[in-house]
């Protein structure tokens, strides 16, 4: 009696579960274009690639923060290595 109670509310809870799985189509249906739209999809992408030109270009970037910033201000030494000089015994202080 126990299996069947078990068995009972495994079904019961399973049936939400498999409710809530998505419909997936793991082959989706090709659709092959008519040349009536390939020839609308031609026009649309001609007059997009028209519409690209217009667009002029680009300025140089602003900053936003130059006021704010000094122009004199020295760039970053890059390090350098040291030479080591031999030593002579004496501490140097």
Known sequence: MKWLCGVAVSVLLAGPAFAQMPNVNLV?????????EKAQDAVREKAYRESLRKIPDAKAP?????DVRSNDAAPAKPKTATTKSKKTGQAAN
């Open 62 to 66: 602003s900053d936003p923060w130059g």
């Open 28 to 36: 989706p249906d090709i659709q092959h274009k008519s040349p009536e």
